[in-house]
């Protein structure tokens, strides 16, 4: 479960039982370091801050001098990690909390109210929607798979927060990027994958017969969701990973029996439960991400209507631009006005000379009566040029998931640019969601 992390020097004992007190009566979890003990665990503090959705600081005179949390007040920093700065005392700030916390540090637990206006923010925070995109063309091979790792495995790094990738596609080219299939293809036999987010799985009672083994039939009993960690795939573990939360629910070629069922009744449930399973996971992530597939199914059905945006990488050509104008067409005519996402379009793969005139021409709006839609609205600023840092190869046995990302590993001319483009595509994109 998500939680609050709340750091402290080891002599705030009153200050640190009166915000948990609060916060226990407000039913949002918390986590600390014992009160009064000056070391503790690093790997257990740093994995409490990975599954942490805010980071309650406690400041004063201890805090400040504390070197523990320093180093948790900079590793919340780097990922990202929403901060919540209350003062315990008058202590003067050290250059690393004036630089992390001055902005934001407004309230003293004494002041009138403060402590009732801190549980209000953290609540706020805790009950937040996710947001969920959906990375989509009705078209193959324009980048889906290579923007779901690459663009947000740089959002992950750069901006930090805690991010799942789900690999909704039957083809499961996400999950690939990352393992090598027999790793793939055992973690699905156990139902350690997109299939239990439909059904009732092993994953959740041992007992079930696994849902991949029947295309006809679909199991129409109720589940509870699978833990996290039980579900997904840790992409950023191993020696020497990059720190944070960058997690994996692997895909299958099973999923493709919902396109076979027979009845509309049992597939409404298994949409239903697919809905649910997303709410309940939207609880444990700053950000979801589906990869998709490129035909309009049931699972494209799915997709559009557990998340909040659409984003729909094309390449600079006509058939693109088909697919974009089908995208758009399928959202329009399947998805009610309330629950429709956000359209947001990426330019992929594009060259450097004849291309950029199809972009330039998109970007004036010169395309918008054949897509049927203000296709230069929805176009992002920033686009993903060609090139061989994105053409990711498998990756090799035993080797850590996370080299695969261009962001964390790589070599060769421009791999500082194409970061640099990445982290632009991902802070663009954040802006969009955060307005
Ligand atoms: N900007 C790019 N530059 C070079 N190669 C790319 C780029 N984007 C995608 N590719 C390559 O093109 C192929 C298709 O991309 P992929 O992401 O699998 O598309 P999709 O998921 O839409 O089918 C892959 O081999 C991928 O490595
Ligand atoms: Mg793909």
Avoid at 121 to 137: A, F, G, H, L
Avoid at 248 to 275: D, M, T
């Amino acid at each position: 479960m998500s939680q609050l992390f709340i750091a402290h020097g080891h002599r705030d004992v009153d200050p640190l039982l009166q915000v948990h007190e609060a916060m226990r009566r407000a039913s949002v979890p918390t986590w600390y370091t014992p009160a009064g003990s000056k070391d503790f665990e690093p790997d257990s503090v740093r994995a409490a801050i990975d599954d942490a959705f805010g980071m309650v600081v406690l400041v004063s005179a201890s805090s400040i001098r504390s070197k523990a949390v320093q180093e948790q007040l900079q590793i919340a920093h780097e990922r990202g990690l929403k901060l919540f700065p209350i003062r315990a005392d008058n202590a003067r700030l050290s250059k690393q909390f004036k630089t992390i916390l001055a902005d934001q540090l407004t309230d003293s637990l004494n002041d009138e109210g403060a402590l009732d206006r801190l549980v209000q923010q953290v609540k706020d925070r805790y009950e937040r929607r996710c947001p969920v995109i959906s990375v989509m063309n009705l078209k193959g091979g324009v980048g889906k798979t290579t923007v779901s790792s690459q663009v947000f495995g740089t959002w992950q790094s750069s901006l930090g927060g805690r991010t799942l990738l789900i690999d909704l596609d039957p083809q499961y080219n996400l999950t690939q990027t990352f393992f090598d299939m027999e790793h793939a293809d055992a973690s699905s036999a156990r139902d350690k994958s997109v299939i239990s987010l439909f059904e009732r799985s092993r994953l959740h009672a041992y007992d079930t017969i696994s849902p991949s083994e029947s295309w006809s039939e679909i199991n129409t009993d109720p589940f509870e969701p699978a833990e996290r960690e039980v579900i997904t795939h840790d992409i950023l573990s191993g020696e020497n990973a990059p720190g944070g939360r960058f997690d994996l629910i692997s895909g299958q070629f099973e999923i493709s029996k919902y396109a076979f069922a027979k009845g509309p009744e049992a597939l409404a449930l298994v949409g239903s439960n697919f809905r649910r399973m997303i709410d309940y996971y939207r609880s444990e992530y700053d950000l979801i991400i589906f990869d998709t597939n490129p035909n309009a199914t049931f699972l494209t059905r799915c997709a559009l209507e557990a998340a909040d945006r659409v984003l729909a990488p094309m390449h600079a050509d006509v058939y693109s631009l088909r697919g974009v104008k089908l995208l758009n067409q399928v959202m329009k005519e399947q998805i009610s006005d309330e629950k429709r996402p956000d359209l947001s379009i990426l330019f992929n793969a594009v060259g450097r000379s004849e291309q950029s005139n199809f972009e330039a021409d998109a970007r004036n709006g010169a395309f918008n009566a054949q897509a049927g839609f203000d296709l230069d609205g929805a176009l992002l600023s920033s686009a993903l040029p060609r090139s061989g840092h994105l053409n990711v190869k498998t990756p090799e046995p035993e080797a850590a998931p996370w080299k695969q990302l261009v962001i964390h590993n790589g070599r060769g001319g421009g791999l500082k640019r194409m970061r640099e483009t990445l982290k632009g595509i991902a802070a663009e994109l954040k802006h969009l969601i955060d307005a």
